[in-house]
Structure formats: C-alpha cells, structure tokens
C-alpha cells in the first residue's frame, strides 16, 4: 500500500505541475522502438568479447610473525603490512598464455581486483597449530636434503651427504625432522581460521613461522602415501618429496581455499633451498633467487638474507607463487576447445604406440581411472575413451626418435635434426584426419609411446599445439623402461596431467603477471616459484597428488564461464548476420540466456564457481540450439583442418624459449628442463 500511495502521490504532482503551465496536453519523450534486426539484451553483448570482473579478497595471515610496535625498531622476524604495499598487485587479468604467445595478448575474458586483509594470527591461534604440530606429527631421520643442508653439499656419486662438521656458512644445523602430514596441517588452519576473524572459503594464505619459539621442532610436510596409479611406486616416501608448503585440498562439505607456506620448516629440495652456497643452482648461467629456512635471515654467524628481507620474501611468494600460480592462473590453453561451438561430447581418443618388449598396457594404463579423474574439467560435457595399438616400430619409431635428437645418430640427418618434432606430428595429425572421417564428437587426441628401449633421458608427457594458432592438439606421453621400472612411473597419471593441459590448465610452477606483463618459472629471479608445486594438483611435478585440486577446479570453471559468456556471444552475431528472422526465430532463447547469464555472474561474484559456470552453460546451449533450428550455421573451430596452404613464410613464428627464465609477454616453454627432470626423478 505504501508503494502504490507514493506512486499516485508523484502522479498527481506531475498533473498539477502540468495545469500550473498553463498546458493540458501530457509530454510524452519519444520512445526508440527496438530494432528487430539485433537482440535488446541486458547481460549478453552480441559480436562483444566480455571480460567478468570479480573483487576477490585475499587473507594474509600471519602465524608467528609480528608488526613493529609503533616508535620500535624492527626485529628479525617483523613482518610489516608495508613490506607488501609495493609487491602485492591491485589487479589480475588472465590471458591463454600459448595462444598468446603467437603475437598478440588473447584475454580469456575473467579480471580480478584483489580486496587485501591483513591479519595476525593471536596466541591461542599460534600456541593451538604448533601444538598440533608437534602432537601430529612424527620424528623420522633427518632425511637427505637436510643432511645436504648441514654439509651445504651433494656427494657426486650419489651417496648420502656427511660431514664431520656441519658447514660453516650455515646459520644453525638441521637436528631434527618432525614429519607432519600437510592436509592435516591445511586443514587446522583452514577449521580453525574463523576463531581469528577469517573466512577460509576466501582465498587464504598462511605465511607460518614456527622458529623462536620455546617449543619449536625442526620440521617438515608430508604425502608420506602418495603412489603411482600403476606401479604403486610411493613417491610420497621420496625424501626430493617433502615440502615446506601445501593447500588446495578440496573438502566434502567444506569450501575451503587454503594455502601455507612455511619458511621455518627444515630445507628442502624442491625449491632447492637446502643450497645457501651456490647462486646458480638450476646451471643456465642465471643466480637463482631462493627463500632460504628462516634462521639464515640475519645472523651474526653467517647471513645469506638480510632480515629486513622476510617480509618483502613473503610478499613475492603471496604475489608470484598464491596469486599467479594457484588461486587465480592464467590457462595455457583455451578452455573452449572449439569455438564459438563448444563440444558436449568428448572422447580421450588413446593410441598406443607399443615397443615390442614393452611391459604390457594394462599393468601401465587405466583409461577409465584417468577418464573419471578429468571428468571434473568438463563437468557439462560426457567423457568417453577409446584404445587402439600399433606396433612402434618402422617410420613411426624413427620419427619418435627424432624428438630426442641427442639420443640418435643419424636418422633425422645429421645436418638438420627435427628439434621440432614435424615428423611425428604429421603422422599424428593423419591419424586424427582420419578418425575425423567417421567421428563427429571431438577428439582428445593422445598418443602413449611405450619404448621398450631407454631412448629418451626422462621426459614424460607434453601436450602440443597446433603450431599456427596456439590452439591444443595432440598429446603425447612417454615411457621407457628406465622411466617404468627405474623411476617408477606408469601412464594414467602422467596421461591425466598432459590432458589437463589440453583441457587449458597451466603448471603450478610457470604462469603470468598481468600488472608487469610477464611470463615467468622456477628460473632466475623465480627460482622460488616451485613452491607451487606444493598443493594439490595433478598438474605438479611432485607426484604427490592424483586428481585436480580446489584451486584448479575453480580456475577451470571461472574460464568455462567466460568462454560460454562470449561464445553465447559470437553466436548471437552470427544470428544478427543472418537476418531479422532468424533474431525473431532465437529472441525468446536469447532472453532466457540473458537472465540466466545474469545468474551466472551473481554466482560468480560469490565465488560459486560451479554453479556459475551452469548456469552459463545453460545460457549458451539455450541460444546455439535456437540458432541451430532456426538454421544458423554455427561451426566449431578444427584444429587439424586449418594447417594446410600456408607457407612457412606466412605462418605465425610463435615466441619459444628453452626455459623457464621470465619474459615480457608470454612464450612457448618446453615441458620440462633438464634440472626439472632431476628434480623430479630425485629419490
């Protein structure tokens, strides 16, 4: 009652305000009528590309550091809201980094503005986690890069690390090893974070410091169980396998958005920050920058970091490793697949390539295991798979061989080795042409080459694209039998991981800064970003997680979100191209798309990124199946039939480099390195 009074109170006054001028006649303002050749909508743009900007607060949390008292001097372990102020982006912005790298920037459309809270964890907080700690984990021996630490050396042939006495320019030697699971560790943090004022479904990093206090043990984090999928090899037990860092744990019935880092847990080799000696430890002629244990912060017996560095180390790891890396990464690829017609139906087309003394398939491959596992990235899409072998042998064997040209003599010439790879590509590239004869769902076309000889020194997958576009397309996983029985490793996991490329996600230990336009990995100024790798992702060189982690699932579905948003998009051009009738024929679908993108947005902006990306799904498949009945031609994207009639001249030269040091812009990197692969195939 009270909104229709207020309603005829304003209509009268505008009736007396109109008798007072002396004029009865009503002023009407002119009204445009809609055009019927183009859609009136609200949310959807036709034609438009639309980047969804979301305010996403990030919680710092400090445990076991402090802020200066005002008028005091800072103290070796103060860590100051300042200290961040010029490190810390105030925006994000994320582009397909390999499409990217063919010349010009291609934003997937999703834009961040960071919303900072800076919290300091109280007593009871701090005296609650290192307790558990401590009543939660277990002593174990200090284990190999720790003993490495305390002699600042690695014995050339291979065996353990011994020293009379420990170095000298270590700050303190590591004598002791309290070993903590570290989803137990996330998953305090993450129960108990409301008691200090925290959201844990917010992203959250915890920057911990357990040293100085009376009760501190020299410590580190576990997956003490993680195993090869095939092999059951426990690379969990790998002593190159214990962190300083983890998080990203999805949760039944919890949201949660967690990630900690550590610098008071016992050196480690994944960052390599056991070596305080060496300035360039990764060989590529570069110092590599390293957050060294807390306690070579400022010493007076040796200092390899002044301690004033802490809080601006703390910084770079929150900005280069939480921000870029984990909680919102730009896709190596587009999630779209084929646009602007996206596929419902997908099929990990498997071909294996097998050596004729190979171990066979089955002890080495579970598709439907690995199907199941990437399901989760294209939740609105049906996952099949298929497997068919042949021999690997003959033209096929030579041109596999040529992927590794230090390893042959001279099958690829010995004037011109096939670094590239054309060879074995184009075969693929036949084999998916001709699949395309009779199939119509699309195509994740994977190749598993099971060498039964040691031709390659350890690379185990990559996955390729087009080399015109940057658009994916094959992928390939190796195994030989020092990779299968020596190192461990079967195919479902590695298989698992190129495909999760394929399907746009990026390495937790190479990504993209928007605010300085740069690409950058563990190399150089970055050494440090390994930490990345210390969270729950498959996507990881660490093999301590088999699935895909909260953090990738949400990046996945934030990109399926704009892709459907401006796929609905360029559909809808393609209807106002076709006419007015064909816009009258799609406006009733095209209206519903546009309340259901509004949704989409809603739950985006709440960072319900799931139901976001359904929604939009919705939307989209409301306005192409319009489009299709009132027959508008909309066509997917096919890789493999636009890599003809171009001459090597006018094709794209795409950026590449043979590392993981930073660039302006983006840069095609190689799937691993030769330090990366010792890392990883470290005991």
């Known amino acids: 009652m009270k909104s229709r009074f207020g309603a005829l109170t304003l209509l009268g006054l505008t009736l007396t305000l109109s008798a007072c001028g002396g004029n009865t006649d009503p002023i009407i303002d002119p009204v445009t009528p809609p055009n019927p050749e183009v859609f009136n909508l609200n949310t959807l743009m036709p034609g438009q590309h639309k980047e969804i900007e979301a305010k996403i607060k990030i919680n710092v949390v400090m445990v076991g550091y402090d802020a200066t008292r005002p008028g005091q001097v800072a103290g070796p372990r103060d860590v100051n809201v300042s200290d961040f102020g010029d490190i810390l982006p105030a925006t994000g912005r994320n582009i397909a980094r390999i499409p990217s790298a063919y010349g010009t920037l291609e934003p997937t459309g999703n834009r961040y503005q960071y919303d900072y809270n800076f919290v300091y964890a109280n007593q009871s907080f701090e005296d609650g986690f290192f307790s558990y700690l401590t009543q939660n984990g277990t002593e174990k021996p200090l284990t190999y890069y720790q003993k490495a630490y305390n002699c600042q050396d690695i014995p050339a042939d291979g065996t353990t690390p011994a020293c009379a006495t420990p170095a000298s320019n270590i700050a303190r030697p590591v004598t002791g090893n309290l070993e903590v699971d570290g989803v137990l560790a996330e998953n305090w943090l993450a129960d108990n974070a409301a008691n200090i004022g925290v959201d844990s479904s917010q992203y959250t990093v915890f920057l911990v410091n357990w040293y100085g206090r009376p009760d501190f043990k020299f410590h580190s984090y576990t997956r003490a169980e993680a195993q090869d999928s095939d092999t059951d090899t426990v690379f969990g037990a790998r002593a190159s396998r214990r962190t300083n860092a983890w998080g990203g744990t999805p949760r039944e019935g919890k949201n949660q958005r967690v990630w900690f880092y550590d610098l008071s847990a016992n050196p480690e080799a994944w960052t390599t920050n056991w070596d305080i000696s060496n300035a360039d430890v990764d060989g590529d002629e570069v110092a590599d920058y390293r957050m060294p244990p807390i306690w070579e912060y400022g010493t007076r017996k040796a200092t390899y970091r002044y301690f004033t560095k802490v809080g601006p180390d703390l910084a770079l790891v929150t900005r280069y490793v939480a921000l870029n890396l984990l909680f919102t990464p730009s896709p190596i690829y587009r999630a779209s697949l084929t646009p602007p017609n996206m596929p419902e139906s997908i099929n990990l087309n498997v071909a294996v390539k097998q050596g004729a003394g190979a171990k066979p398939l089955d002890q080495l491959f579970k598709p439907q295991l690995s199907q199941s596992r990437l399901q989760p990235l294209q939740p609105f899409a049906t996952l099949t798979n298929s497997v068919r072998s042949t021999p690997l042998t003959?033209?096929?064997?030579?041109?596999?061989?040529?992927?590794?040209?230090?390893?042959?003599?001279?099958?690829?010439?010995?004037?011109?080795?096939?670094?590239?790879?054309?060879?074995?590509?184009?075969?693929?590239?036949?084999?998916?042409?001709?699949?395309?004869?009779?199939?119509?769902?699309?195509?994740?076309?994977?190749?598993?080459?099971?060498?039964?000889?040691?031709?390659?020194?350890?690379?185990?997958?990559?996955?390729?694209?087009?080399?015109?576009?940057?658009?994916?397309?094959?992928?390939?996983?190796?195994?030989?039998?020092?990779?299968?029985?020596?190192?461990?490793?079967?195919?479902?996991?590695?298989?698992?991981?190129?495909?999760?490329?394929?399907?746009?996600?990026?390495?937790?230990?190479?990504?993209?800064?928007?605010?300085?336009?740069?690409?950058?990995?563990?190399?150089?100024?970055?050494?440090?970003?390994?930490?990345?790798?210390?969270?729950?992702?498959?996507?990881?060189?660490?093999?301590?997680?088999?699935?895909?982690?909260?953090?990738?699932?949400?990046?996945?579905?934030?990109?399926?979100?704009?892709?459907?948003?401006?796929?609905?998009?360029?559909v809808l051009e393609l209807v106002q191209e076709a006419g007015k009738d064909k816009v009258q024929a799609v406006n009733a679908a095209a209206e519903n798309a546009d309340t259901l993108f509004a949704g989409a947005l809603s739950n985006y902006q709440n960072m319900n990124y799931l139901e976001a990306a359904s929604q939009a799904h919705s939307g989209y498949r409301a306005v192409i199946d319009a489009a299709r009945s009132a027959g508008v031609n909309v066509e997917a994207y096919k890789w493999y039939e636009r890599l003809d009639g171009l001459s090597t001249a006018a094709k794209a030269q795409p950026r590449r480099v043979n590392n993981f040091l930073p660039v302006k812009g983006t840069a095609i990197r190689p799937e691993t390195t030769d330090f990366l692969t010792k890392l990883r195939l470290a005991k």
């Open 394 to 570: 003959g033209d096929l064997f030579d041109a596999y061989k040529c992927l590794f040209p230090e390893t042959v003599d001279d099958i690829c010439s010995p004037d011109r080795a096939d670094f590239t790879g054309d060879r074995l590509f184009n075969l693929g590239l036949n084999e998916v042409r001709d699949q395309y004869k009779t199939l119509t769902n699309y195509q994740v076309p994977i190749f598993l080459f099971n060498d039964d000889q040691n031709t390659q020194p350890g690379l185990l997958g990559v996955a390729l694209d087009d080399g015109v576009t940057g658009t994916q397309s094959l992928v390939y996983s190796f195994l030989t039998p020092d990779l299968n029985e020596g190192a461990g490793y079967g195919f479902t996991d590695t298989t698992t991981h190129e495909v999760g490329h394929h399907f746009s996600l990026s390495h937790p230990h190479d990504g993209y800064d928007s605010e300085t336009n740069t690409e950058y990995g563990p190399g150089g100024d970055f050494a440090f970003v390994n930490a990345g790798d210390m969270s729950t992702t498959i996507m990881s060189y660490n093999d301590l997680t088999r699935g895909f982690g909260q953090f990738n699932l949400d990046s996945q579905y934030r990109y399926l979100t704009a892709a459907y948003l401006n796929n609905t998009n360029a």
